[in-house]
């Protein structure tokens, strides 16, 4: 590309940043788009945060985004934020706006609309929720917001649970959402089919044979699995629902959508689903997936 005096840039800050691929979403989008755009991974160190947005504003970067683990640690450097990142207590995407950055999530809309690609809906489902970290936390907000029928979290440290459903209840009054410990799946009705949204950190690489629930009876309650984790491209969690007869879709989509959704805000453009399966194509090669 021919870097001039006219570039653009935005970049990523984060904790590690080496193993990301932002940089392949973002610099693929600005050549396809023909924009004159460069996207650049910025290492941060945890007490550096404020320096980091206030020097990226000075320097006049277009926009950053926020990995882990600074999603919520920049938030008070921020001069706006909106509703659904406020609510959801995570920022990934900052827009440069006059006078400082306002903040969004782009992870939650992503992973929407990641699953409508793949024909997989929230609304009206009856969710299992896999986890209570921040990630949980974000897709449990996420599950009210598209108005799921109910919303079961489970989670190995039960308190984390109820602590999320208390947060996700206080903000939005209708639907239900329950907590619940990990081996109380047994209790859920049978006759039911559940949407099961694996938002743990377990069986990520090079855990590939871990899922948070291997008891095999948990997956006959299963019709569709979605794991926030794309590395291994199939995890032990996605396999289980498949041998178990349900559909599974990993979390790539989801990486995918976040960008391009953060690419779509800088810039007020929209990308086609064309260019979207380019870049999705590109995320694959770097990641050595052959389908
Ligand atoms: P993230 O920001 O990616 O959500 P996190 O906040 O550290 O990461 O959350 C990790 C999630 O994975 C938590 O739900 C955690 O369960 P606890 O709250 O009980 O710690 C879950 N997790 C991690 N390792 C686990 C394991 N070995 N067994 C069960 N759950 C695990």
């Known amino acids: 590309m021919n870097i001039n005096g006219k570039t653009k840039t935005c970049g990523l800050i984060g904790n590690p940043v080496e193993h990301t691929l932002s940089p392949v979403i973002h610099n693929g989008l600005a050549q396809h788009e023909n ?38 640690a ?12 406020e609510n959801i207590g995570a920022v990934n995407t900052l827009v440069r706006t006059e006078g400082g950055y306002k903040g969004y999530n782009t992870d939650m809309p992503g992973l929407c609309r990641a699953m409508e690609s793949e024909n997989y809906t929230i609304t009206g489902e009856s969710v299992i929720l896999l986890g209570a970290g921040g990630a949980a936390r974000a897709v449990a907000m996420l599950c009210m917001e598209q108005g799921a029928k ?23 009054k209708e639907g239900t959402i329950t907590p619940m410990a990990l081996h109380d799946y047994k209790k859920l009705p049978d006759h039911k089919k559940y949407l099961a949204i694996q938002a743990t950190s377990v069986g990520l690489y090079p855990n590939v044979e ?30 289980l629902v498949k041998a178990h ?13 976040q960008g391009i959704i953060a690419y779509e805000l800088w810039n007020q453009v929209s990308i086609s689903e064309e260019v979207a399966m380019e870049i999705l194509k590109k995320m694959k090669e770097e990641l050595n997936i052959h389908e």
């Open 35 to 72: 924009h004159n755009l460069v996207y650049v991974p910025f290492q941060v160190e945890n007490d550096k945060v404020k320096e980091a947005v206030e020097g990226a504003y000075a320097l006049n970067l277009h926009g950053l985004n926020v990995t882990v683990p600074h999603k919520s």
């Open 74 to 85: 920049v938030i008070p450097y921020l001069k706006k934020i909106d509703k659904l990142a």
């Open 150 to 172: 109910e919303v079961f979290v489970l989670n190995r440290s039960v308190e984390k649970a109820q602590a999320i459903a208390k947060e996700v209840s206080d903000i939005y």
């Open 210 to 239: 871990d899922a948070v629930i291997l008891e095999e009876d948990f997956y006959d309650k299963v019709h569709a699995g979605v794991d926030l984790i794309y590395n291994p491209y199939e995890t032990k969690f996605m396999s």
């Open 245 to 257: 007869g349900g559909r599974a879709m990993n979390g790539l989509k989801m990486l995918l959508y």
